[in-house]
């Protein structure tokens, strides 16, 4: 298995991941054009941040959005991780904690001293995962707003 950034040409195989991702989230909706637009908006301006994507006999198998934004509080920039899926035929075997892992590595080589991620309340088996990786519960309670 290979990670690495994805390029304007994985696009196409990454709104297939993240169909798989929102088709199981009450949030969210697919919608491949918009998905679409906001892949290329990432792998198009490394300021905006990075698409880490693992590929297993080239084949794309799961993949992860790095988005940076600044921390007043830490006065340094810092990175959101979004969107991080394996694909159903590759779960199991190793692909989400590789990615994490080159996630952690990315935000380090960065000097981002902090990696931020939502996970879905009753997603346990994903907060297990992040737990076994170093990550810890917030006390912060993600709000938001949709303009409609």
Known sequence: MQIEAATPADIPALCGLLSAL????????????AQARGLAMIVGDPRV???LVARH????VGMVNLLFTVSTALG????LLEDMVVAP?????????????????FARARRCPRITLLT???NADAQRF?????FTAS?????????T
């Not at 929102?22 to 054009?33: M, N, S, V, W």
């Open 57 to 60: 006999d080239g084949e794309i």
């Open 130 to 134: 992040y737990a076994r990786h170093g």
């Open 49 to 51: 941040g990075t698409v």
């Open 22 to 33: 929102f088709a199981q989230e009450a949030e969210f909706a697919p919608d491949t054009a």
């Open 76 to 79: 340094e920039r810092v990175v």
């Open 89 to 105: 035929s590759a779960r199991g075997a190793g692909v989400g904690s590789a990615l994490l892992a080159a996630a952690i590595d």
């Open 120 to 122: 879905d309340r009753v």
């Open 139 to 147: 006390d912060m309670l993600p709000m938001r707003r949709l303009e």
